[in-house]
């Protein structure tokens, strides 16, 4: 299995920018497709940004696009977040996931799908 670790939340003005990070350990991360959710408390978690595993393919919830970019390097064995244009309905805790997948091009956008999940790291967005 894998261990993940989220850090780089934190406390934002509207309008800055944030890099999350999310480090795993434990088996091969590149046989890994990765995804980035985010919740806050009463609230379903939602789904933000996927990537495959050898980063090939990504996909980004309508509600962010433009705004973040997911990606990932196999040899330092983390998946990264980058938010830009934060705003203060992003004020969340943020998690990253992870699914052992069987082809390279795998990705979801599904809580579900996923099998492994970090303890999440906070954003907060003043206005």
């Known amino acids: 299995q894998v261990q993940l670790a989220e850090s780089g939340g934190g406390l934002v003005q509207a309008g800055g920018s944030l890099r999350l990070s999310c480090a795993a350990s434990g088996r091969r991360f590149s046989d890994y497709a990765m995804g980035w959710f985010r919740q806050v408390p009463g609230k379903e978690r939602e789904f933000l940004a996927c990537i495959s595993r050898n980063a090939g393919n990504t996909r980004y919830a309508d509600s962010v696009k433009g705004r973040i970019t997911i990606s990932r390097d196999n040899a330092k064995n983390t998946v990264y977040l980058q938010m830009n244009s934060l705003k203060p309905e992003d004020t969340a805790l943020y998690y990253c996931?992870?699914?052992?997948?069987?082809?390279?091009?795998?990705?979801?956008?599904?809580?579900?799908?996923?099998?492994?999940w970090g303890q999440g790291t906070q954003v907060t967005v003043s206005s």
């Open positions: 996931a992870a699914k052992e997948a069987r082809y390279s091009g795998d990705y979801s956008y599904m809580v579900q799908w996923y099998d492994y």
